[in-house]
């Protein structure tokens, strides 16, 4: 039995004893509406077990998507400086527009995440997107640390094992004050956290602001539709903004407000500091890791990073008709594709929550080659399947407790473009694990050693 699987065991005996699981399900649906953890109308946590992973796999994974990092950072320095280049990402022309307007090309990402799946005993890790732009799930993750941390079936399980958790608010909050003084702020900032004041994530946008407050830092929500730009400073009302946390996407920004709106007039001029300014963008296109693993772009990285890429970004292609290689042999992509649907996802460009993703295995050819068309007129990226972890985790349902498996993912945050801490790791019955999917669940991670 390996190390993994025993700790799961034990927690799963512990949480079977008596009436335990009843008593952990109650107390946990009421910690998750005292702590806002819902998403939506929907709790965010749907099962009585966090995730584990022992100290070496953690390091593992960690090594690895830093040194793959490196190589992000490049694939970015060379679209932000080469114009042939950032055409591979198939940028929307506002998107051109928005890169035009900003000054941070070296360093766009307070915060971005890593979307991964790891299979632990083999150290088989793959990263299938960069979420570059807004990455969602800190203050969720943190917050349902502290419900976990007070369950007695955590208290018991304790008891056999040393455990440590990956808090991501302190250096979030760490990160976003270096930055902005790096950039030359010079007095104690007023934190605007950004977006449309009806999305389902506003919960835990009030979790972040209330950590931000509780270490002395004054931050207050505003829906991007508020703000007012005059005499050199962004305003939410009276309230002066020196920093955005954005969490507002970029395409929904210029769809309701256009170019021509407050807070990126306020980004142009370099009258506020905003976390992932619009040179973010380039890298969170899908298209960021066809142009990495295409091998008409292998001169541009180093050996290290070639390693990286080959480790842990899976074959991507962007889909158009052309000649490209698999496995070392020439195929022709868009039959190449068509005819190899049991092992091909097909992803739009520019999305999110798992929208417009079609997996090949479990599509039936007509509807492949009819998305595989579409994809010839709107940009999407063919890439190929990886593969998908599954866990037992238990939950109480119908009266009883249920320990069934579920599909599990693994998405480390990465802070300041190269640092890895924390994870946000989703459950599904589904294959696409997203929480905006419908029928995700999150857990958070503990890092635990066996006790002698």
């Known amino acids: 039995m390996n190390a993994t699987q025993d700790a799961i065991d034990i927690y799963h005996e512990i949480l079977s004893t008596g009436d335990l699981a009843e008593e952990t399900d109650t107390a946990m649906r ?18 009585l077990r966090p995730h584990f992973y022992f100290e070496e796999n953690w390091q593992f994974l960690k090594t690895g998507l830093e ?21 591979q990402l198939r940028l929307e022309p506002y998107e051109e527009q928005l890169f035009s307007l900003d000054r941070n090309w070296d360093l766009p990402w307070t915060s971005s995440r890593l979307d991964t799946f790891f299979v632990v005993g083999e150290n088989h890790l793959k990263c299938v997107e960069y979420n570059a732009e807004t990455p969602a799930g800190l203050g969720y993750d ?53 977006d449309w004041r009806e999305v389902p994530t506003l919960n835990e946008h009030e979790i972040i602001k209330d950590f931000f407050v509780r270490q002395g830092v004054t931050a207050r929500l505003g829906d991007p539709r508020d703000l007012e730009y005059r005499d050199n400073h962004l305003w939410l009302g009276d309230y002066r903004i020196d920093i955005v946390y954005k969490r507002v996407l970029y395409s929904e920004l210029y769809q309701r407000m256009g170019i021509d709106n ?14 992932n300014s619009p040179a973010c963008k380039l890298m969170a296109k899908k298209a960021s890791l066809a142009f990495m693993s295409d091998e008409r772009n292998a001169a541009l990285f180093n050996v290290e990073q070639h390693l990286a890429i080959d480790r842990c970004i899976p074959w991507t292609r962007y889909v158009e008709e052309r000649k490209t290689f698999y496995q070392g042999n020439e195929v022709d992509l868009v039959d190449f594709i068509a005819q190899n649907k ?32 579409n994809a010839l007129e709107v940009p999407y990226v063919a890439q190929e399947g990886v593969r998908i972890v599954r866990h037992d985790f238990p939950a109480w349902i119908n009266g009883g407790l249920d320990i069934s498996t579920r599909f599990v993912d ?14 946000l790791t989703r459950l599904s019955p589904l294959t696409i694990l997203n929480v905006t999917a419908g029928s995700g669940s999150v857990v958070p991670v503990y890092i635990i050693v066996r006790k002698e």
């Not at 399980?157 to 003084?181: A, C, G, M």
């Not at 007039?265 to 905003?274: M, Q, R, S, T």
């Not at 520019?350 to 599509?363: A, L, M």
């Not at 693994?410 to 994870?423: C, E, K, N, S, T």
Request: hydrophobic share 40%; aromatic share 8%; glycine share 8%.
């Open 410 to 423: 693994a998405d480390p945050y990465v802070f300041r473009g190269g640092i890895i801490h924390g994870v």
């Open 342 to 373: 049991q092992k091909m996802v097909l992803k739009p460009n520019d999305e999110y929550g798992g929208k417009g993703v079609v997996i090949g295995w479990e599509t039936e050819q007509a509807e492949w080659e009819a998305t595989l068309k």
């Open 67 to 87: 040194a793959l990092m490196d190589a992000f950072n490049r694939a970015h320095e060379i679209c932000c400086q080469s114009a042939e280049h950032r055409a």
């Open 30 to 47: 009421r910690l998750l509406r005292q702590s806002g953890l819902y998403f939506g109308e929907r709790p965010l946590c749907t099962v």
């Open 262 to 275: 407050p807070l990126l007039n306020a980004v142009k001029d370099g009258a506020v500091y905003i976390t």
């Open 142 to 194: 943190d917050a349902l640390v502290d419900a976990f941390n007070i369950m007695e079936v955590m208290q018991r399980f304790q008891e056999k094992y040393h455990v440590r958790t990956l808090l991501t608010l302190p250096t979030l909050l760490e990160s976003i004050i270096d930055d902005y003084q790096r950039r030359g702020g010079r007095h104690e900032p007023n934190i605007a956290i950004l």
